[in-house]
């Protein structure tokens, strides 16, 4: 059996972060969303676990320290069979140190196509206990659905009422390591890990101006840090008919959101042209709800 995925990108479609707490963790509040953009994961039968990456992100990738080799470990040890004889293809389309979540998404794809492959009977709950082996964002990102999300990122929430978002990812193709990012937020006073009030109103055009009102606390650190960011930010903002320019996650991806897929394609288009040095691609936020 040789099954394939899509590994989405996570957009943390707002982001209120409180200050770390006593054991090391900053509480946080989120609307997650997952786009129609991503990664290639293929898992098959094989004599042993091997990891081979390809694609225009895929240098350095390849080692055991790979989140994908971590959780797919952690799911033999679980299952008691030991290092699961797979071989896996990741085909790394998405930038690095992106705030886009690649790495989490690459491990819960893997991990979902695995437990398939090796015939285990493990429900979702279990592949979520497993896939925290790789971080906060492994459990949102084996779900890989629309969910608020709380605590250090593992309180989660399914949202069926998000519409589809049409979307614009930009990214300057410059890393912005979350560590550093925190750091730099931790040295000025730190905001409140608030969880606004739901929309009333779910339509598309509404959610988008409920969006605008909520805020990146991570976006002012990630900023001082990578300029590149900053020009990425300002770019999306001045491509035509964006609703909302927001960084994600902890950077340097920033996205926009607009009213039409027509937007969306014509906007990345323009970007494509402005910046042709950066990464640019045009999709769905949350595509399932179409």
């Known amino acids: 059996m040789r099954l394939t995925a899509l590994a989405p990108a996570k957009i943390n479609l707002f982001l209120h972060v409180g200050p770390v ?23 098959e039968p094989s004599n042993r676990l091997t990891l081979e990456v390809a694609g225009p992100f895929a240098e350095g990738l390849a080692g055991d320290d790979n989140l994908i080799v971590r959780a797919v470990r952690a799911l033999g040890e679980a299952a008691g069979v030991g290092e699961p004889p797979l071989r896996i293809v990741l085909d790394k389309r998405l930038p690095i140190a992106a705030g886009l979540g690649g790495g989490s998404s690459d491990a819960g794809a893997a991990l979902r ?16 206990r497993i896939a925290d082996v790789v971080g906060a964002d492994g459990p949102m990102c084996l779900r890989a659905r629309t969910a608020w999300a709380g605590g250090r990122g593992e309180a989660l929430t399914d949202e069926p009422r998000l519409p589809s978002l049409p979307v614009v990812l930009l990214n300057p193709r410059l890393p912005s390591p979350t560590g550093a990012v925190y750091r730099a937020y931790d040295a000025n006073p730190a905001a409140e890990a608030d969880r606004p009030a739901a929309p009333d109103d779910w339509s598309r055009s509404a959610v988008i101006d409920w969006l605008a009102r909520q805020r990146n606390d991570l976006e002012a650190p990630a900023l001082s840090l990578t300029s590149g960011t900053g020009q990425a930010l300002e770019a999306m903002r001045a491509a035509p008919n964006v609703r909302l320019a927001r960084m994600s ?21 323009w970007l494509c042209v402005s910046h042709p040095a950066w990464w640019t691609e ?3 936020l949350n595509a399932e709800a179409v």
Do not use: C, K, W
């Open 21 to 43: 707490d006593a054991a090391g963790y900053h509480p946080l509040e989120s609307l997650v969303a997952f786009a129609d953009i991503g990664d290639g994961v293929t898992v």
């Open 249 to 269: 996650g902890s950077g340097a991806t920033v996205f926009g959101l607009f009213d039409t897929a027509e937007d969306a394609e014509r906007a990345a288009q």
């Open 113 to 128: 196509l695995a437990a398939r492959v090796l015939s285990l009977n493990m429900n979702e709950t279990r592949l979520e």
């Open 282 to 284: 045009a999709g769905l």
